[in-house]
C-alpha cells in the first residue's frame, strides 16, 4: 500500500488518508480481511500525529469501508448492502463538483466522458 501525504496540500491530512484508503480498495491494492498498519505505525511511516490517523479510520469504519477491534486493528471489509445510502451520499459529494462545472461552463457531455474515463482507471469497470 502506497500512501503519500502532501503537507502543503489545503485538504486535512486525516481526509487525505481516508481518500487514500478508499483509492486503494477500488484499484483492488486493498482488499476484504486485508490488515492496515497499526495507528501508531501508519503515524510513524506517514510522519503524522497518531490522532489523524485514528480520526481517518474512525471515518473509514463509519462509512463502512473497515471495521475496528482491539485485538486485529483495522481490517478492510466494505459494507455493500446499502445501496441507496450510498447513491445519497455519492449525490451529496458530486453536487459541489457539478456546482463548479457550471460556473466553468463544462458541459454535460464533458463532465459524463470524464467520469467515465475516470471509471476506466478502476479494474472491473
Not at 502532501?6 to 488518508?17: G, K, M, R, T, V
Request: a negative charge; one cysteine or more; aromatic letters at 6%.
Amino acid at each position: 500500500m502506497l500512501i503519500k501525504i502532501d503537507y502543503d496540500s489545503s485538504e486535512a491530512l486525516y481526509i487525505q488518508l481516508y481518500n487514500q484508503v478508499i483509492k486503494e480498495i477500488a484499484l483492488h491494492h486493498l482488499q476484504d480481511g486485508d490488515s492496515l498498519p497499526s495507528v501508531r505505525s501508519m503515524a510513524e511511516e506517514l510522519g503524522v500525529n497518531m490522532h489523524t490517523v485514528n480520526k481517518a479510520y474512525a471515518l473509514l469504519r463509519e462509512d463502512g469501508y473497515v471495521n475496528l477491534d482491539r485485538r486485529n486493528g483495522a481490517v478492510i471489509a466494505v459494507q455493500v448492502e446499502d445501496h441507496s445510502s450510498h447513491i445519497q451520499n455519492m449525490y451529496d459529494n458530486m453536487d459541489m463538483i457539478i456546482a463548479r462545472a457550471v460556473c466553468k461552463n463544462i458541459a454535460l457531455d464533458e463532465m459524463q466522458e470524464l467520469v467515465r474515463q475516470m471509471y476506466e482507471n478502476y479494474p472491473d469497470h
